[in-house]
């Protein structure tokens, strides 16, 4: 048990902290902890251990009960940091796991847990640090592999270039989809480049690139000051839907594509859509079926698709490969059980809305979503405009066995950075 007496930590942040946790406000906790990424490891783990001890995670506050009593130990530092991740909040785990790969920089397991904890925050440069400080050492797979992939998603193409020609091709088929996807990638930069600057603020041309999708619609609203085209709100209009169509229009005439119908979804928005889509481009309505060539499939938003009659189905693998990345998102929240072999999340993923022309949601808050059964860590957890994320690869404990090799394979193939294209 964790008592207030003789365990209230000293620095400010983490003092505020505690008395949140006195209300019974762990949420507020959680976010005061992300104040603090600098405070003492012993201290930080008490107050995790007190927080976790709250909600019931039981694994975790053994962990954090562990390194509170022993920083400077290996086990204890990897422990807790494994079980930071597991529960979703991946910022306590990285100075964990930082200190851990520090006293044994010849350990590959923690250097690649290090990696997916960066990788959670965003920190794609923080993760290709991580990698490049012990390249003599890396792997091809997953080790360069993971340098590749997050050299790009740091936007440093030069560095993902030159890694990716030094990784040879994998020689387990575990590895194949993500192998072939990483090339797609490279090769949709290769033909970007010229025509788009492919810098901090194109956030078309990394649409592209990342995914193989054309975003039809960028916001005006907040582009120098770190928004760069991003919807933060919106409400969404009969003009907006009718301005997506007519770029989508403009896209399939300049591709040279010429379909010969327009699939209807079930649910009811993407049908009166669909139908609009039809008016637009002049082309024939019919139901979706799986398998028709030479078709528009137009989604209002694949939530409310999923949650219609055979939704499911449709999402899970029927939709052409143009539509298969939103869908790939939406089936894995679907999918998503509350609890993974026993295991209670802690911070909800992010669930975005997606719309003809890649336009922004209708109404609702592109952000944060549901919390489901993880921890909520407050305002600045995780932000929606990252694009689709998956935790296929954060196992319990019980599915140690699975290699992180594979669980990494497994979520790229789902959804996140690299969709099939």
Known sequence: MFSRRNRRPTSP???????????????GALRRLRQAPSAPLDEVATVVGRAA??????DLRKAATALAAHPGRVRPLYDYGYACVERGVSYLAIPALREAVRLAPGSSGMLRELVSAYEDEGRHRDAVDALLAQEDGLGDWPDRYLLVFNAVLAGDLELARR???????PADDTWRGAWERQNRVLERAATTGPVSPLDHSDLRGWQYVMGGTVLGTLSP?????????????FQDSHDQCLQGLLRLKSVLAAAGVRPRS??????????????AAAGVLGLPAEPFEAGREDTVVIAYDLNDTAGAGQGTELLGGALPPV??????????????????????RLAAPSVGRASVGGGPPAGRRRGNGARGGRWAAGGG???????????????????????RREAHGLRLGR??????G
């Open 13 to 27: 942040e983490l003092a505020e902290a505690w008395d949140c946790l006195d209300g019974g406000d762990v949420p």
């Open 381 to 403: 957890d995780r932000r929606g405009d990252r694009g689709g994320r998956s935790d296929t690869r954060r196992r319990g404990r019980g599915d140690a066995r699975r290699s």
């Open 262 to 275: 327009v699939s209807l979804l079930p649910d009811r928005g993407s049908r009166i859509l669909g139908l």
């Open 323 to 344: 539509a298969r990345t939103g869908a790939a998102r939406a089936r894995e929240l679907l999918d998503r059980p509350a609890r993974r072999h026993g295991r209670q």
């Open 221 to 233: 609203h907040g582009y120098d000051v770190g928004m760069t085209g991003r919807y933060a709100w």
């Open 163 to 169: 890694q990716r020609a030094r990784l040879a091709a």
């Open 53 to 58: 001890e709250a909600a019931g995670f039981d």
């Open 415 to 420: 959804a996140r950075h690299v969709a099939p």
